[in-house]
Every structure is written in structure tokens, then in C-alpha cells.
């Protein structure tokens, strides 16, 4: 399923220099996001920058939502991570798509123009509505919390 989202190029180095998301695969779930800065960044450990993508998104269905995810070769082989570790990007913002990046490691890293330093996904979005009740449907869980369901 495709679902049109309006793009607003805010930088002009976009699909020039700098690379306009795409999905990498076929299957991809998710487009790369890439640092659109004119200078390279240094990253220290244990700090968070915030980085622009030089892009507006305006989803403006209230269906959908879109969320910035980390990437997994970032994190798990640099230690950087989403500084608010997932961002949500709702219908009606206009805005710049910024990515908070941070630091979890002991070394300091490079964020260089270009890099791909996240990735944007749309999702479903379902609003609840309150059923208030007096007592639950009892489950085989019931109120059991973190590690109730055992080790094995």
C-alpha cells in the first residue's frame, strides 16, 4: 500500500549534494534519512545534536503518523542512538524534520554532509475511545508486570 505525504524541500543541496529518502529495498519498511549540513559535526560521547534533514513532511491525514527510528548499524556498532529514541511526526506539523542523535558511546563520531543518520517510517494511527468498566475480563496475565511470564 503507498500513501501520497507532501515534501517540502527546504535546503537546496537536496537531491543535489544531498540524497532525497528513498527505501533502499524493495522490502524496505522504513526510508533512510540523511544529515543536511554543510559542515561535518563531531559527535561527542555522552552529548546529543540536533541535525536537520533539510525536509518538511506534511502527512496532513490524521490516519497516519510518521516516526523516526534509529538505525541499527549506528547503534549497534557506534553506539548512536535517537536522542529521544523514537521521534513522532504528527499530521498537522509543518515543520523541519530535525533527528535528535546521541552519543552512547566512548568516542567521539562524525557526522558527515549526506550521512544517513535515520530512518522515517508512516504508521497507522487508531484513536481510542474509553469503554469505562468496573472490573476487566479476567486473563491468564491478569495485573502480572515486568518479568511475570517467567525466564524460560
Known amino acids: 500500500m503507498k500513501k501520497k505525504v507532501q515534501v517540502k524541500i527546504l535546503n537546496s543541496r537536496i537531491n543535489q549534494e544531498i540524497k532525497i529518502p528513498a527505501y533502499a529495498t524493495e522490502g524496505s519498511a522504513a526510508m533512510d534519512l540523511r544529515a543536511c549540513i554543510d559542515n561535518k559535526i563531531e559527535l561527542l560521547p555522552k552529548n546529543t545534536n540536533l541535525i536537520p534533514t533539510g525536509l518538511a513532511f506534511y502527512i496532513e491525514d490524521s490516519d497516519y503518523a510518521g516516526i523516526v527510528l534509529p538505525r541499527s548499524?549506528?547503534?549497534?556498532?557506534?553506539?548512536?542512538i535517537l536522542g529521544n529514541s523514537v521521534g513522532l511526526i504528527d499530521s498537522d506539523y509543518q515543520g523541519e524534520l530535525m533527528v535528535s542523535l546521541f552519543n552512547n558511546s566512548k568516542n567521539n563520531f562524525v557526522i558527515n554532509p549526506g550521512d544517513r543518520?535515520?530512518?522515517f517510517m508512516l504508521i497507522p494511527v487508531i484513536e481510542i475511545e474509553y469503554d469505562f468498566v468496573k472490573e476487566f475480563k479476567t486473563t491468564e496475565r491478569s495485573s502480572g508486570g515486568f518479568g511475570h511470564s517467567g525466564t524460560d
Not at 548499524?73 to 548512536?80: C, D, N, Y
Request: overall charge positive; aromatic content about 0%; proline content about 0%.
Open 117 to 119: 543518520i535515520a530512518q
Open 73 to 80: 548499524g549506528l547503534g549497534h556498532k557506534h553506539g548512536i
